[in-house]
């Protein structure tokens, strides 16, 4: 017997909620999980959608979700991204930053070269290259999830999905990679790691001078406001970029809107104040939901044709961030000890997130020491910067190297 449920805006919303929250304590209960940083929603949500996907496959569960508040979250998270996007912070990290940077742009442009390569020599379209590319790889599940929609308009079925299922292999496998790439540089070069007299790094916020604040509610409003107030700009912004023919998600206007107020009214001496550590609070919870959101949406039968080639546009990834980190990002960072540690950092960061990069590099430091040089660039550059430069690459991937996307580029 078939169950058949429709659930409404709100209701979808609230089961998200219980997702994000189920999520969280696996990730408490499951050393795997947590060690390898996979994230909250990521968890809840693959659960959901594997228990969707029995429904599918047995005939028993007809499940449809309104996912309209979907959008809605991924706009916001992205407008807080975009908040962070301070060309201050940028010149005050000094050339190792924009050298970092620099790296970390080229390895996005690489994989995405990569992942349309490999899918065309196995006969497969581009557009799953792109959704095995920088997209989830440097991107991760948020702008696997943000991008995956434009990818399934332009003709990739399941386009979401595989972002989505690629972001998470990337995780798990930038997490295994991370620390045996450090060693083998370590060892390649015969550097010696300081030990553990050298002074304990700083965080990127310390180093920065940062202050942290006590939230309290006037503070959260004025935060909230001030996203609310980029993101409806930014939405005027988005809509005039693609009438100029021009393919890219919907949070990108909002997202350089959010990084020109930053820059102009985030300021020694101006009296406006850009409530920052309350408009990082809120994207933490706009990204949860938008990723339980996402990872509900996943239609995982979709995956079985591409398994293939998915895994050997994957595997590819793999080996070629390994490669670029030991050749590149090593050799540009200084070819020293704290090289060899952002090379760590560069594998988990490259392939999932910042705080996979942070991960393989605590492990590496534990072992032969401190790096506050690598603790410093890292974060700034994951956290604050890349998302934006990616966005960017992936736009141009999309406008000038694919086929033409109905209502955006056509």
Same mark, same amino acid.
């Given at each position: 017997?078939?169950?058949?449920?429709?659930?409404?805006?709100?209701q979808t919303?609230?089961?998200?909620?219980?997702?994000?929250?189920?999520?969280?304590?696996?990730?408490?209960?499951?050393?795997?999980?947590? &060690?390898?940083?996979?994230?909250? #929603?990521?968890? *809840?949500?693959?659960?959901? !959608?594997?228990?969707?996907?029995? /429904? %599918?496959? @047995?005939?028993?569960?007809?499940?449809?979700?309104?996912?309209?508040?979907?959008?809605?979250?991924?706009?916001?998270?992205?407008?807080?991204?975009?908040?962070?996007?301070?060309?201050?912070?940028?010149?005050?990290?000094?050339?190792?930053?924009?050298?970092?940077?620099?790296?970390?742009?080229?390895?996005?442009?690489?994989?995405?070269?990569?992942?349309?390569?490999?899918? &065309?020599?196995?006969?497969?379209? #581009?557009?799953? *290259?792109?959704?095995?590319? !920088?997209?989830?790889?440097?991107? /991760? %599940?948020? @702008?696997?999830?943000?991008?995956?929609?434009?990818?399934?308009?332009?003709?990739?079925?399941?386009?979401?999905?595989?972002?989505?299922?690629?972001?998470?292999?990337?995780?798990?496998?930038?997490?295994?990679?991370?620390?045996?790439?450090?060693?083998?540089?370590?060892?390649?070069?015969k550097i010696?790691?300081?030990?553990?007299?050298?002074?304990?790094?700083e965080t990127?916020?310390?180093?920065?001078?940062?202050?942290?604040?006590?939230?309290?509610?006037?503070?959260?409003?004025?935060?909230?406001?001030?996203?609310?107030?980029?993101?409806?700009?930014?939405?005027?912004?988005?809509?005039?970029?693609?009438?100029?023919?021009?393919?890219?998600?919907?949070?990108?206007?909002?997202?350089?809107?959010?990084?020109?107020?930053?820059?102009?009214?985030?300021?020694?001496?101006?009296?406006?104040?850009?409530?920052?550590?309350?408009?990082?609070?809120?994207?933490?919870?706009?990204?949860?939901?938008?990723?339980?959101?996402?990872?509900?949406?996943?239609?995982?039968?979709?995956?079985?044709?591409?398994?293939?080639?998915?895994?050997?546009?994957?595997?590819?990834?793999?080996?070629?961030?390994?490669?670029?980190?030991?050749?590149?990002?090593?050799?540009?960072?200084?070819?020293?000890?704290?090289?060899?540690?952002?090379?760590?950092?560069?594998?988990?960061?490259?392939?999932?997130?910042?705080?996979?990069?942070?991960?393989?590099?605590?492990?590496?430091?534990?072992?032969?020491?401190?790096?506050?040089?690598?603790?410093?660039?890292?974060?700034?550059?994951?956290?604050?910067?890349?998302?934006?430069?990616?966005?960017?690459?992936?736009?141009?991937?999309?406008?000038?190297?694919?086929?033409?996307?109905?209502?955006?580029?056509?």
């Amino acid at each position: 017997m078939e169950i058949v449920l429709k659930l409404n805006l709100m209701q979808t919303f609230g089961l998200s909620v219980l997702v994000l929250l189920f999520g969280k304590f696996m990730v408490s209960r499951i050393e795997f999980l947590s &060690k390898f940083c996979i994230p909250a #929603p990521v968890v *809840g949500g693959l659960v959901f !959608s594997l228990l969707t996907l029995a /429904g %599918h496959e @047995t005939g028993v569960l007809n499940l449809t979700m309104d996912m309209t508040l979907k959008g809605f979250f991924m706009v916001c998270f992205f407008t807080t991204v975009g908040f962070g996007a301070s060309m201050s912070i940028l010149k005050k990290g000094g050339p190792a930053i924009f050298l970092f940077l620099a790296v970390a742009s080229v390895l996005c442009v690489l994989q995405d070269v990569v992942g349309v390569g490999v899918a &065309k020599l196995m006969g497969e379209s #581009p557009l799953l *290259g792109l959704a095995a590319g !920088s997209i989830p790889m440097t991107g /991760g %599940h948020g @702008t696997s999830g943000a991008f995956g929609p434009l990818l399934e308009e332009a003709g990739l079925v399941g386009g979401t999905t595989i972002a989505i299922a690629a972001a998470t292999f990337g995780l798990v496998s930038g997490s295994l990679i991370g620390g045996p790439t450090a060693k083998y540089i370590i060892e390649k070069y015969k550097i010696h790691g300081p030990g553990h007299d050298r002074p304990t790094s700083e965080t990127a916020e310390e180093l920065l001078g940062a202050k942290s604040t006590l939230l309290n509610n006037d503070h959260m409003a004025t935060g909230f406001f001030q996203i609310a107030v980029a993101a409806g700009i930014g939405s005027v912004v988005s809509i005039g970029i693609k009438k100029m023919g021009v393919t890219l998600p919907d949070y990108v206007g909002a997202m350089l809107v959010a990084s020109l107020l930053r820059n102009v009214f985030c300021k020694d001496g101006t009296k406006t104040e850009i409530r920052l550590h309350e408009i990082h609070s809120l994207g933490e919870i706009f990204l949860g939901v938008f990723l339980a959101m996402a990872l509900m949406d996943m239609r995982l039968w979709e995956l079985y044709d591409l398994a293939i080639p998915l895994m050997t546009i994957l595997g590819a990834q793999v080996a070629m961030v390994f490669f670029f980190a030991v050749y590149v990002t090593y050799r540009f960072s200084g070819k020293d000890y704290d090289a060899a540690v952002l090379a760590a950092g560069h594998c988990g960061f490259g392939l999932g997130a910042t705080p996979n990069g942070v991960a393989n590099m605590t492990a590496v430091v534990q072992k032969y020491g401190p790096s506050p040089k690598a603790f410093f660039v890292l974060p700034i550059v994951g956290g604050l910067f890349i998302d934006v430069v990616n966005t960017m690459i992936i736009t141009l991937f999309l406008n000038f190297f694919l086929p033409p996307i109905p209502g955006y580029n056509s």
